[in-house]
Each structure stands twice: as structure tokens, then as C-alpha cells.
């Protein structure tokens, strides 16, 4: 099948999935009332279900949004939909700062994700806010702020590589955006419809099992909670994550510990990658790993199996590149024809409006 | 005659009664250090690697006596990971006990710390300035947050000092300058917290949590070498504390002591070994207040033996709390910032609930 044909029935099967999913979380793409007067009220409104299990009726489509964090943003960017944004946090103030979304420069902000500012964001009297589901406050706590100003609130997070094809679905069908929202959809999951089908087929035993710390030395995630999404990236790019008993979001681990786990990989995160010159930093972490004495007999440093990698393709909305370089990283073999980065060039080409750029992991996975 | 004898007769009971009291403390002491190296011992051979009590003795010989030939894994989690954890407890405890001890002598307040004058509110600001702007990768970015959280923690001392210099150095002044500086850094950090990314506010707040996992033989070395530099300056002016605490700034300067600039001094030097020390492991403050009360509790208030005796403390809650913190929940290791109050706390009560007699002073 080629290349093409493939894309276009990818994208036939996300738009049924799309049009499924959105009959199966009550979508009522409501009626237009007419009224007796000469002015006809439009009342379109669609209820979606969010990702703190809340459903929300919203206006459809959504015109005006304030967004509580920078993964929403990023996502509207993807889906051409970043000019509705008509309020914004600190975290995407911050992107913004470092050079993302110039169109949203003069954006007003309403405060921060932990502590809005409701009076501003009333103000604004967007459609829609879209906050984080599951950190305080809460999408409830927020609505019930908002509540007197009539701005519903939904939680959409972006960052779980389980439940990210829903939120997204869930955001197109919002914007009335299918179509635009079914490509989207489409583009990922060629990619990580391949890995799922590949990885699928490694039995249990033969699993690699990958350490992943944070910037933090010794800081790591629980793999049983709902977490931040790392431990899923790991388990969807075909490994087994160190820790899946723990349900601590973020820890200190035992440094013994580690050792005695003997990981197959190590994996660093790290900020910095789209606008970094060159690999200079990201190669005195990776040495600064390999020389950790603890971990000196490890299968992951004997067998030169540690990297850096950016948290630009592994951290927040951008989860859903971290199994294609995760599973490349593991398992080169079985994934000769993936290249995960020109998937991220045409990604920032296409989507986000931005040239290629940037070093992603130490050392480079396509040597 | 008779009074003659009745005179020379309580000098010597005086005389007995100080030997005495003398030998009890010396040998509170002596009690103290033996407890902490068994304890020390104890940390050595626990650990999540599952090594034996011979198995730690062998890798510690191993290094000493290569030919010996230790597992290399055994070796490095005895040398590399528990070894350092415990020497930094040690010394990091007694530094910061120490200085805690220092600092509430000269302001005969016995809720001051070097903490409660600012130092590591400023250390953390320093600490979050570095991450927030992105100084948090190997090599000058680690020493980056070092000597931030450094210098902010000694300009902090310094400030404290020059404010309390314009109104004569009083314990007062002093206080209330520190408690002003603490807000002011404390506030200046959470601006930057508001304004930090994800990844960077964990970074900061896990600094202020306290750690002593990742700690090196060169920093412990740094912190050793300020201690043997100022902590026998401070146990010099231990007659001159017990002075000005028994009669007064002027009572102490009717025996030659210069109030101030003991004042002064102590307060810089034990500045110093503070921010030495929470600039390498994060924000450790329980120690440097608690410490010294325990100390007091059993050996009463006199400097000369007080000083020594809240460096044992310090040190065994520091090494009681790693051992913890690294064990109750692992492979999950609690800060040790959190666990020395949850360790410190009941052993401070028992004394306070159990000792009669009023300790302070």
C-alpha cells in the first residue's frame, strides 16, 4: 500500500472514529430555535465530555477561548484554530517569550494555571476556558467561579498518550473543526498505529525496561498513578517503565535502587531542544550519567544505552512524539524505517508554522 | 579557725560539685559520640542494594587495600552513594546544629536560627534565580545553583548585619532585620515560582525540600574545610557568651568582653557554615533550631560544652534522618528537610515533657 493511500485511509477511519466518538459522548450539535420576533436566536451549543469525567455544554462551535496552560495552545496552533484564543496563562506567556505563537503577542493574561484571575477572564467572556483536568483547581472549582458569568470550563490536558486522541477529538468537535481534526489525528497515528502493531509483538520477557529521569538528578515518575504521562510514553513506545508500582507523580529515587534494577536504557529529560545550537549541553548530561559509579556495571552504561532527551519532544502536549523516539531508541532494528524527527520537522513545518530546528536527544538517534 | 575550715571545707564541695558536673558532661558527650558512630555504622550496612554487614566491610576495605577485591557494584554503593550521605549527615548536621547554638546564644532567643534571620530564604532565591534561567545543566550549571544559592544566602547575613549595625547590633535589631529579610526573599522566590515553567518549579521547590542523595566527596570536602575554620573560632567565644548570657551585654563588657563584636562575628561565621552547607544539600532547617534545645536539655547552658555536644545532635538526627528517609518507603526516598522534623520533633517533646527543671539560660 503506498504512502499516500495509507494517509488517506488513516484518515477515513479517524473521521469515523471522530463522528463515533462524538455520538458515544452525547454530542447534540443543537438546534437553531427560531422565535416568533424577527431576530432568530442562534442557540448551537455541543455537550463533550472532558477529562475529569464532567459534560460540558459548550457553544458550537467554540469562537473565543482562554486557555490555563500552554498545551491547549499548542494544540489549537496544530488544528488552525490559535486566532480564537482570546485570553492566555503565564505558561504560554512564557512559550511566547521564547519565540512560539507571535500572533498571540498582545493576548491578554489571566493570571496562572494554579491561580486565575476570574475577574479578567470574565471579563473576556470567552466561550470556553480549557484548564487542566486533574491539578488544582480543579475544572469544577473554576466553573463554579465562572458559573455566574455563564463561561463553561472544560479540562483537557494533552499529555497522555492514552487518552490524547480523545482530547483532541473532543477539541475538534468543539471548534467544528472535524475534518481539519480527523488529519490531524491521522498524521500521529500512522506513526504510532506502526509501533503499537510492532511492539505489540515483543513478548513481556523481552521488553526493555528504560529509567527516565527528570532534569532533577535521582527524580523520576510513578508509573501507577495518572501521573504526568511519562511512564505511559514509555509503555507505549513498546517499554516497561522502572518504576510501574509507584503511584507518586514525581519522586526522589534511591540512586542503590536504580542500580539494583538494572535498567536496560536510561533516558534523561531535559529542557532545551528546539532552540539549541547544538548538542553541546545535552552531551555533558549524558556524560555526567555514564559516570555516575553506581551505575558503572549497568546493562544501560556497559551497553551504552544511555541518552538525553529533549523534553521538546517528551514533555507536556509534545507526549505524542516521546513513543517514536522511545521506540526507536529501544528497538532500532524493528523501526529502521522511522524517523522520528522528520516526523517532528513536518509536524513544526505544517502544524505549528516553524522552521526545522533544534537537538532533540544525545546522541543522535539516527547515526 | 572553724570558719576557716568551714570556708575551705565548701570550697572544695564547690570544687567537687563543678569537677563533677564536669565529668557528667564529658561523659554526656562521650555517650553522644559513640551513639552516633554506631548509628553511622548502622547507616552504612542499610541501604535498598542488599548488601551484608561483611559485604560493606569488604567494599570499605576494598578501597583502602585494592588487592582485597570487592565487588565493583559493592564498592560503589558503599564509597560513591552511603558513604558520602552519611559523612555529609554528620558534618552537616553539626554544622548547622552548631551554628543554630551560636546564633541563639548571642540573641538569647531560643527560636533563632540562622534560618530565622533570612539566610535560607535568601539560598533558595539564589537557587531559584539559577534554575529559572536555565543554569541547571552538569558542570557550571550545577556549580551555577551552588554559588547562587551561596552568595544570596551570605548577602542576606551581610544585609542583616549592616541593618542591625545602624542600631548598635543588638539581638533585637538583629531579629527583626532577619525576620524582614526572610520575607522579603521568601516573597522574591514565590514571585518566581509564579512565573517558573513546570519542570523548573519542581527543580526549586524539590531544592527547598533537602537532599543528600548525589552528594560528592569534593563538596563534602568544601563543607569540612569551613567547618575546621569556623567552628573552633565560635567554641573561642564560648567564655564570652556564657558572660553576656548571665549578666548582660554590660556585665560581659565589665569583664573585657567586646558584646558586639562577638555578635558580629558569630553571626557571619555561623552564616557561612550555613549557607556552605544548604547550598550543596537544599534547605535543611529543622536541625539548626531543634538541635541545640535537645543539646541544652542534657547538658544545660554552658557554651564551652553546649557548642560540642549540639554538633552530636545535629549530627545523629541528620544521620537517624537519612536512614529513614531512605528506607521507610523505599526505593522512594523522602527528603531528608521533612523527615528530620518528623524525626527531631519526638525525641524534642520526650526531653520537654520529661526534664523538670527550666533549661534556658
Given amino acids: 500500500m503506498s504512502k499516500r493511500l495509507k494517509r488517506a485511509l488513516l484518515v477515513c477511519i479517524a473521521s469515523v472514529l471522530l463522528l463515533s466518538s462524538l455520538a458515544i459522548t452525547g454530542c447534540s450539535s443543537a438546534s437553531t430555535e427560531n422565535t416568533d420576533t424577527e431576530e432568530a436566536v442562534a442557540a448551537d451549543t455541543i455537550t463533550v465530555q472532558d477529562s475529569a469525567d464532567r459534560y460540558v455544554e459548550v457553544p458550537y462551535p467554540v469562537e473565543s ?43 491578554p493574561v489571566v493570571g496562572s494555571c494554579e ?6 477572564i470574565a471579563e473576556l467572556d470567552p466561550d470556553v476556558v480549557i484548564c487542566l483536568s486533574s491539578y488544582p483547581p480543579l475544572p469544577e472549582e473554576i466553573a463554579g467561579e465562572l458559573e455566574p458569568f455563564d463561561i463553561a470550563v472544560v479540562g483537557l490536558d494533552f499529555y497522555r498518550t492514552d487518552v490524547y486522541f480523545r482530547e483532541v477529538t473532543t477539541l475538534g468537535a468543539m471548534l467544528g473543526l472535524e475534518e481539519e481534526t480527523a488529519d490531524y489525528i491521522a498524521f500521529f497515528k ?32 510513578g508509573g501507577a498513578g495518572y501521573g504526568c504521562g511519562i511512564p505511559g510514553m514509555i509503555v507505549t513506545g513498546g517499554g516497561v517503565d522502572l518504576y510501574p508500582e509507584i503511584t507518586a507523580e514525581w519522586f526522589e529515587a534511591d540512586p542503590e535502587d536504580i542500580a539494583q534494577r538494572n535498567p536496560d536504557f536510561i533516558i534523561k529529560g531535559q529542557s532545551g531542544g528546539y532552540f539549541l545550537a547544538d548538542d553541546t549541553d545535552f552531551k ?29 519532544v517528551s514533555g507536556g502536549a509534545r507526549k505524542k512524539f516521546g513513543p517514536m523516539f522511545i521506540a526507536k531508541i529501544l528497538y532500532p532494528e524493528l523501526f529502521e524505517d522511522l524517523d522520528p524527527e522528520s516526523v517532528l520537522k513536518q509536524y513544526y513545518e505544517d502544524y505549528l508554522g516553524l522552521e526545522w530546528q533544534g537537538v532533540y536527544t544525545y546522541p543522535a538517534i539516527n547515526q | 579557725m572553724l570558719a576557716g575550715m568551714t ?21 554526656i558527650v562521650s555517650a553522644g559520640i559513640v551513639v552516633l558512630m554506631a548509628l553511622a555504622v548502622v547507616a552504612l550496612c542499610i541501604g535498598s542494594a542488599e548488601l551484608s554487614a561483611g559485604g560493606v566491610i569488604h567494599a570499605l576495605a576494598t578501597r583502602l587495600v585494592p588487592s582485597i577485591g570487592a565487588p565493583a557494584f559493592d564498592e560503589s554503593v558503599v564509597w560513591e552513594l552511603r558513604l558520602p550521605r552519611i559523612v555529609m549527615a554528620i558534618i552537616g548536621g553539626a554544622g548547622l546544629a552548631v551554628s543554630g547554638a551560636q546564633m541563639q546564644g548571642i540573641t538569647k532567643n531560643p527560636l533563632v536560627s540562622p534560618f530565622t534571620v533570612g539566610i535560607s530564604s535568601a539560598a533558595a532565591f539564589g537557587a531559584s534565580v539559577a534554575i529559572m534561567f536555565g543554569l541547571r545543566f552538569v558542570g557550571a550549571g550545577t556549580f551555577a545553583i551552588i554559588g547562587n544559592a551561596f552568595l544570596f544566602a551570605m548577602v542576606c547575613a551581610l544585609l542583616v548585619f549592616g541593618l542591625a549595625s545602624l542600631r548598635g547590633t543588638s539581638p533585637e535589631t538583629l531579629i527583626l532585620a532577619g525576620i524582614a529579610l526572610s520575607y522579603l526573599f521568601s516573597a522574591l522566590t514565590s514571585i518566581i515560582h509564579f512565573f517558573a515553567s513546570e519542570e523548573d518549579l519542581m527543580a526549586m521547590i524539590h531544592w527547598t525540600f533537602g537532599t543528600l542523595t548525589g552528594v560528592k566527596w569534593p563538596e563534602i570536602a568544601i563543607v569540612a574545610a569551613v567547618m575546621v575554620v569556623c567552628v573552633p573560632i565560635l567554641v573561642k567565644y564560648s567564655w564570652d557568651i556564657n558572660a553576656m548570657a548571665l549578666g548582660g551585654d554590660d556585665a560581659a563588657r565589665s569583664l573585657g568582653v567586646d558584646a558586639t563584636r562577638v555578635r558580629i562575628v558569630s553571626l ?20 539548626c533550631l531543634v538541635s541545640p534545645h535537645i543539646a541544652r536539655y542534657l547538658i544545660g547552658g554552658d557554651h564551652r560544652f553546649l557548642l560540642p555536644a549540639s554538633c552530636i ?15 521507610i518507603i523505599s526505593p522512594i526516598i523522602l527528603p531528608i528537610g521533612i523527615v528530620t522534623s518528623l524525626v527531631g520533633v519526638p525525641l524534642f517533646l520526650y526531653l520537654l515533657l520529661t526534664r523538670r527543671q527550666d533549661y534556658w539560660g
Fill in chain 1, 284 to 312: 555533558a548530561v549524558h556524560g555526567a550519567i555514564m559516570a555516575r559509579p553506581e551505575l558503572a556495571a549497568s546493562t544501560a552504561v556497559t551497553q551504552n544505552q544511555v541518552y538525553t532527551m529533549s523534553f521538546d
Fill in chain 2, 313 to 327: 545532635v545535629g549530627a545523629i538526627v541528620m544521620v537517624a534522618s537519612d536512614v529513614v528517609g531512605r528506607t
Fill in chain 1, 65 to 107: 477561548i482562554v486557555v490555563l496552560w500552554n498545551n491547549p495552545t499548542e494544540e489549537l496552533k496544530a488544528l488552525g484554530a490559535v486566532d480564537r484564543i482570546v485570553g492566555i496563562d503565564e505558561a504560554t506567556k512564557a512559550k511566547i517569550d521564547e519565540g512560539y505563537y507571535p500572533e498571540l503577542a498582545d493576548t
Fill in chain 2, 268 to 287: 557571619l561565621l555561623s552564616a557561612l557554615i550555613t549557607a556552605t552547607i544548604i547550598s550543596f544539600t537544599g534547605i535543611i532547617g529543622f536541625v
Fill in chain 2, 7 to 27: 570556708a575551705t571545707s565548701t570550697e572544695q564541695s564547690v570544687r567537687d560539685q563543678y569537677s563533677r558536673s564536669i565529668a557528667r558532661r564529658l561523659l
Fill in chain 1, 190 to 221: 500512522e506513526s504510532l498505529d506502526m509501533i503499537a502493531e510492532r511492539v505489540g509483538e515483543i513478548a513481556d520477557a523481552d521488553r526493555k525496561t528504560v529509567y527516565f529521569e527528570g532534569a532533577d538528578d535521582y527524580g523520576t515518575y
Fill in chain 1, 115 to 120: 491561580e486565575p484571575n476570574y475577574e479578567a
